[in-house]
């Protein structure tokens, strides 16, 4: 079946880079489920991605990693989803199932490499069309059920943001007690903020600036300091248990460490493209740790969606349609949205 | 009271930087151990140290933090230990007590600096000087027991190179069903790969040649792979659990992280004086974490003693003469030792 979809590179303009476009969609195998999409979010990642500066891309590129919607059709063998459920995708739409870490649970860390939502080569050998469509094939395992408490247009960006910082903050232990700073309040950051406070931390935001920091406190943080203030390195030294690191660009790593406390990690969700030199006696001091952490799994997106029904919690998001997207995409890249952008998916025209 | 003692730097000459002098010891005060030294051993963080290449140092410079000797005389006040006494003093002498990481019983992440025991100011002002020498005071608390199952000779490189890795070791769960990499088998590789193995892991030997294979899986590693052979890190891709560094050389980071599996650490003990450039997207793979190890903590060097003690683990040393600590160094400098220097402490002569 063929479905609308907005899409990268071709028919492209330096000025506009998404146009839209009309993409084939497979049809519905035994164990797969077609999704009406109503909602999806605009991810730094969808950039990043679709211009290829993580690695060459097929074009046309449909990104589009935060997928809401309605089941349309299920497979004949199906038995987790049905017609009508309101579902989610994320990042990944398969894996092998078969290496150790899929086993665990841990698809997003597949050995044999997890099948990405967008810009990956599908089972098929197709090249994955992601959410910036009105439509989307899934294989039952891979889409996630969104409970009842969560409105779908503030649940897509649960879908990335909100796994993509979940994970990191109970893989490390956020709980009661521990004392968790948050570097970046852009999309990933927000929802780190809030889901580290509802589990119970202390959180500190650490922003460039002090601009956004009534929303911060507001969102749950109880301290905000200005990384562009030399001071604050000085005042918050050995300070965090945890420090989830949500930037992605190019930051100075050994100061952020030195606001570890003894046997603190500071996790990197942002992905920089080049390497960040880092000092061995800073990690010395305090026993410190520098980890990355990339979305979560399938099972733990689920519990990360039910956690979020039941504390309430919910990114804030602007919601824009698809003929907005070439500048929304232009807004992230200035970090000018407040927290989120959610394309309407109705708004979406072949 | 005077001692003998091998200092660097002055008198000094540039084909022979060490050369005999006579230093000073304080008083023994009501908490301190005067030790009459036998054995110590020579630490390759001696010669960085001494040489300023960590930071600059006070001359005549003592090095020597693997400490081991008698107990020759004791303050009113101490309780710990007596007269007469096995005992030993690793790579510090105090710290401030007081502190969150004191208070923790890990000495060595004392947020006020711990007192180092060669280049450090000591409480009283003075610059610490080291072991290369035949006597020292140390408060009694930083002064632990060598088990009777030890020899005091190859006790002393337990002092740094054996606690160096075996709180690293405990601190990230090597035993049972772990598989741990130690890189390098110099003074502390052969003993990570000893203690390793000892704690229940298996053990693989990650070396620049094969040249030590056979001692290697004599101390224990049930495999060793050069790591001049760039097939050795596709071979062992996503393998360990637990990577402990002993190099301190700078080290292809990236390629050692990418051989670690799923919540897998990089623990670096080796001290690179340059950042080591991390990929963050090396990281997000499996959740990998690179982390730092500061030898342990004064409760955790007995425990180590007496685990050693308890197995039957000994360093395996060349034993020299005061005269021949120049060569010594140069010999470590090329890696030409098996696999640690002590010197015998009656063979210094001011």
């Known amino acids: ?112 490499g997890s099948t990405l939502t967008y810009g990956s080569i599908d089972r098929d050998g197709t090249n994955t069309l992601g959410g910036y469509s009105s439509s989307v094939v899934v294989v039952e395992d891979f889409v996630v059920k969104v409970p009842d408490g969560l409105e779908l247009d503030v649940a897509a960006p649960l879908l990335c943001a909100g796994i993509t910082t979940y994970s990191p903050l109970r893989h490390w232990g956020a709980g009661p007690g521990k004392k968790v ?62 420090i989830i690191n949500t930037v992605s660009a190019k930051i100075d790593l050994n100061a952020f460490l030195g606001l570890l406390t003894l046997n603190g990690t500071l996790v990197s969700v942002g992905a920089p493209a080049e390497p960040l030199p880092v000092g061995v006696f800073t990690l010395f001091g305090n026993r410190r740790s520098f980890a990355g952490s990339s979305i979560g799994g399938i099972r733990e997106t689920q519990e990360m969606l039910d956690f979020c029904a039941e504390h309430g919690i919910a990114p804030e998001i602007e919601l824009i349609e698809a003929s907005q997207l070439n500048d929304a995409w232009e807004r992230v890249l200035r970090s000018d949205v407040r927290f989120r952008f959610v394309v309407d998916s109705s708004t979406l025209s072949a």
């Open 181 to 242: 700073a948050i570097v970046g309040l852009g999309g990933l950051g927000h929802m780190a903020v809030k889901l580290a406070h509802a589990m119970g931390a202390e959180v500190t935001v650490l922003s460039q600036s002090l601009s956004k920091q009534e929303e911060g406190m507001r969102m749950g943080a109880s301290a905000y300091y200005a990384t562009s203030d030399a001071d604050t390195f000085k005042t918050l030294k050995n300070s965090f248990d945890l």
């Open 1 to 112: 079946m063929t479905t609308s979809a907005h899409a990268y590179g071709a028919p492209t303009s330096a000025a506009d880079p998404l146009a839209a476009i009309t993409i084939e969609r497979r049809d519905v195998g035994p164990l797969d489920v077609r999704i009406d999409i109503q909602f999806c979010g605009v991810c730094h990642s969808d950039i990043h991605f679709t211009r290829g500066e993580w690695g060459p891309q097929q074009y046309p590129a449909v990104p589009g990693h935060e997928i809401v919607g309605v089941v349309a059709e299920v497979g004949a063998e199906v038995t987790r989803h049905a017609v009508g459920d309101r579902v989610g995708v994320g990042c990944m739409v398969n894996s092998c199932r078969d290496c150790d870490n899929c086993k665990a649970g841990e698809e997003q860390y597949c050995t044999n």
